[in-house]
């Protein structure tokens, strides 16, 4: 989160999953890559860079996602990645990319695993607070 806020990026509406929704950057694992590497690889498709220093994984979750006539097993990692400034990607897929406050993104059409991490995130932070 930079300044307690997060980047966000709008999925194509044509997208195979959850097009049209807000997200986090990301995408699937290939065969022999770890989630981490599969991460990088996917922010290098996505923005143009790969190597972030500071990162961990803040969440892990499973889910079935219908998708077409048929459903698709989602094994999503969620991780924390800390940038100086966002302003140096440039948006390779998707319509649109911005920071959001987390009561903002809250606000928006998420896919349901991704409102699951932001709340999670905004309770951390009430949390913190007090």
Known sequence: ?????????????????YGGSWAFFG?????RESSYQGLSRELGEEIGSRVFPVHRLIDSSRHVKKCGRGFVRVNDDTYYIEVESWRRFHLKEGQDM?????????????????RKIITMLLHRRQRLAT
């Open 1 to 17: 989160m930079a300044d307690g806020k997060i980047l966000l990026h709008l999925r194509s509406k044509d997208a195979w999953i």
């Open 27 to 31: 995408g699937g694992v290939e065969r």
């Open 98 to 114: 911005r920071l959001f406050t987390l009561d903002e993104a809250l606000q928006l059409k998420l896919p349901p695993h991704e």
